[in-house]
């Protein structure tokens, strides 16, 4: 059986060239109210926002927003530190509720941490801090490395639904009481 692409079927399929432009002062405006609020750690990090003109996905998974460190090559070009591109079309059907969560989100894997030889910043990714699949949290419910996920599901749980703006933000330590 040959491998590689199917015969072409005689239909031609025009594919938009992938773009990128410079995201709004509204992006930016969200980005600095965060960092301020919840990343202070990043106040000395220096973003780069674009929209990207097409979607973005991830196997089957649409991806509203993404997030690089800015490596050695380019960090002599560029003042950035880190990167976060967002699909534009996908962007443009979001609500404010849901645009602040993903940039907060992509903020969250954001992480600055020091060198102990030379005292200089270093810039870091992190991985999400849980990864599970949804039928295994049916199955065992939230216990070993899922216990403290759980823990705030259920102190969100706990709380008045609100659609446009949480009614507490869980630090950490308030999971310990």
């Known amino acids: 059986m040959p491998r590689g692409r199917p015969k072409n079927s005689g239909t031609k399929v ?3 060239p992938i773009s990128y432009d410079k995201c709004g002062e509204d992006v930016e405006a969200l980005l600095k109210d965060l960092i301020r609020l919840h990343h202070t750690s990043l106040v000395n990090a220096n973003f780069a926002l674009l929209y990207k003109n097409k ?4 196997g089957d998974t649409i991806l509203f ?3 690089q460190k800015v490596g050695p090559k380019f960090k ?3 003042d950035f530190d880190f990167l976060i591109t967002i699909p534009y079309p996908t962007w443009t059907q979001l609500g404010d509720t849901e645009k602040r969560m993903i ?3 992509e903020l969250c894997h954001c992480l600055v941490d020091e060198d102990e030889k030379t005292g200089d910043t270093k810039y870091k990714l992190l991985d999400h801090d849980l990864s599970e699949f949804g039928s295994i949290v049916q199955r065992y419910g939230f216990v070993g490395h899922l216990e403290h996920f759980g823990m705030v599901v259920q102190n ?3 709380k008045p639904a609100s659609i446009n703006k949480p009614s507490k933000v869980i630090e950490p330590e308030d999971l310990l009481d």
Request: net charge negative; aromatic share 0%; charged share 25%.
């Open 14 to 16: 025009e594919k938009i």
């Open 55 to 58: 979607e973005m996905m991830k």
């Open 65 to 67: 927003a993404t997030v």
């Open 76 to 78: 002599a070009l560029t």
């Open 103 to 105: 940039i907060d989100h």
């Open 156 to 158: 969100v749980s706990n």
